[in-house]
């Protein structure tokens, strides 16, 4: 069904058929006795869990939840713990490098391209060799920097790596953050300059990360923003607005009509659930992790 021809009622029915799976007793031990879990893969949407909202869960204890979920994938490991991931079974869906991990440190500052360009020609083939496929990137903050010099930057040090990903088919994917609320100065914090930044490269291995939340605080727009830009965008984040949490009825994003919009344009990358539950318990994290996953279900 395309997103042109679902209205408002039937998106509505459908969070009432997710509502309703949602209020039966669940075992987070053995999640894949409920339901609603055991139809989470017969949808368009591929679904993973960012490892570091769920933190509190070891990465093997969080191995075995995603299986149970039937999910099967974690966004955001090392490659120290692709040994773990294999033994599971599991699936990595955006990978980090083996070094040194900056959010402010990135490609727009000519300073860091020397241990950048280091770490990811290291890190292409390992990610390769793992069979995944997604290496993450930042832009780095902007420390009074003009926006096109920025970019200009980013430009010379991603063309040192990019033939590395292409040749061992792996996707460089900057991620956007907003700057207003979470990553003060952050240059990458809007989809016209990413997808500027893609086009300038031109390559099919460098892509955007497009986080939901983010583009949400900065931007708005959402859907629209998708429908003209999917092209650039090789991976999604969700969370709620405000607050980062729970991608439920308590804040402004309604994620059925977001999942329709991303399914319209044919994509078959995955979608990474990266809100902080708030529940007080480890069964009521999982249990918002479990819904989250129902409500992009589609």
Known sequence: MSIKNTTRRDLLKKAGQLALAASLPFNPINASAHPAVQQQNNGKINHAVCS??????????????????KIDTIDLVAPKDFAL???HGVNCSMCYTAGKVSLTQGWNDPINHPWLIRDYLEAIPIVAQAGFKNLICFSGNKNGMDNHTGLQNCVKGLQQVIPAAEKFGVTLQMELFNSKVDHKD???DNSAWGVQLCKELGSANFKLLYDIY????SEGDIIRTIQDNHTYFGHYHTAGVPGRHEIDESQELYYPAIMQAIAST??????AQEFLPTGKTTEEKVAALRKAIQICTI
């Open 186 to 188: 952050y240059m990458a």
């Open 85 to 87: 991931l294999k033994e």
């Open 52 to 69: 570091w909202t769920y933190s509190f869960l070891s990465l093997d204890e969080l191995c075995k939840l995603v299986k149970e979920l």
């Open 214 to 217: 983010h583009m949400q605080i």
């Open 266 to 271: 044919g994509y078959t990358g995955y979608v």
